[in-house]
């Protein structure tokens, strides 16, 4: 097994399993070259968040929950200014405050106790409402991050963004049983053989006739046949880390409400505690209000790039290919070919039908 897959495992098992973000996080930021990192879920901005963290910054980081700083903390800042005043994914705290006001922040002071100093993270704005936070940090005797890390922090922060949904919806409490963890997400889900065969289910899944539908030998398929031709895709290379789409947008028809589908492997003790199985499938349902799409959220829900994503945003507003290009500085071809690689990735095929389910998608955020 290569480092990399074994990053991809932690990260879903660990949606599942939250005993396990301490590994995860500590093994993701071995390629940040960090020395600790943390989850933090903001259930609701007016209540102390929660948290799984590595061995490093655990105690500090309870220190910082417990003398109330949190509440005036860069994190809580970014969460209460909401997805419009953060396009980009990873965000470094030094860039953001000077060193003088990095000193005089409660929440530096506690990290700095215990030596670190030069932080990244990435807020995740969840359809549910849920904020959640992927934070590394390096030790001050070790100086800044290298502009590498906030890459690779990028290329992994989709798969964290669909693990940190799940985790939220369990609250942070290892589910024991298949059914429990399936009501305890309170979204449509279901637990799917490595052939596509239903495991388990809840209710809102089965009661999703407008998403889903039944096939042979209890499989499932989607009702919109482009994405569904996507969804059969990704159940069936489940296991691979890095070339199929795992967020699937469903566009609203006359028979169907649009929906993104998150499909995620479930490894070793995930597997184990739901029903044994090989696929964890989950609908986000969205509303259908014409709104520009957030390039953060087309990120984690798409595996967009930046750049990706904030031409998509453009052509969501009603954008021409023309005016897209001359907005964002890029040549009208290059727009043209980051266009059929968001084709690709959301399993449209005209521009109309793009436009369409980014509108839909956007709704999230209202």
């Not at 030069?118 to 849920?130: N, R, V, Y």
Request: hydrophobic share 45%; proline share 4%.
């Amino acid at each position: 097994m290569t480092e990399t897959s074994t990053i991809f495992d932690l990260i879903y098992e660990a949606a599942v399993n939250s005993d396990l973000w301490p590994q995860a996080l500590e093994f993701a930021g071995r390629r940040l070259a960090s020395i600790s990192g943390e989850l933090i879920v903001f259930t609701d901005l007016d209540e102390a968040p929660r948290f799984k963290a590595t061995d490093f910054s655990r105690d500090a980081l309870r220190r910082w929950i417990d003398s109330g700083f949190w509440q005036d903390s860069v994190m809580q800042r970014v969460a209460r200014a909401g997805r419009p005043a953060f396009q980009t994914g990873v965000i470094c705290t030094t860039d953001m405050l000077s060193e003088d006001a990095w000193q005089a922040d409660p929440t530096a002071q506690v990290f700095e106790s215990v030596g670190l100093h030069d932080q990244l993270f990435a807020p995740i704005f969840m359809p549910t409402d849920e904020v959640a936070f992927i934070s590394f940090e390096r030790r001050r005797i070790d100086g800044r991050f290298a502009p590498e890390a906030a890459n690779e922090f990028a290329n992994l922060l989709p798969h964290f963004s669909r693990s940190a949904l799940i985790t939220a919806r369990l609250r942070l409490e290892r589910a024991q049983a298949a059914a429990q963890a399936l009501e305890l997400l309170n979204l449509p889900a279901a637990v799917l053989s490595s052939s596509g065969k239903v495991l388990a289910a809840n209710n809102l899944f089965s009661d999703g006739d407008q998403i889903f539908i039944a096939g042979a030998m209890d499989r499932v398929h989607l009702k919109v046949s482009a994405s569904d031709t996507l969804f059969q895709r990704a159940v069936a290379h489940v296991g691979n880390v890095s070339s199929v789409v795992r967020s699937i947008g469903m566009r609203a028809t006359e028979e169907t409400m649009p929906a993104v589908i998150h499909v995620l492997p479930l490894r070793r003790s995930a597997h184990e505690i739901l029903a044994r199985g090989d696929v964890l499938v989950i609908a986000t349902k969205v509303g259908s209000q014409p709104q520009a799409a957030n390039s953060s959220l087309l990120i984690a829900l798409f595996d967009l790039t930046p750049a990706e994503a904030r031409i998509a945003s453009l052509l969501s507003c009603g954008k021409t290919i023309e005016a897209a290009a001359l907005e964002s500085g890029l040549a009208r071809k290059t727009v043209r070919s980051y266009l059929e690689d968001i084709f690709t990735k959301t399993g449209c095929h005209r521009q109309s039908d793009l436009r369409q389910l980014l509108r839909d998608v956007a709704s999230v955020a209202t």
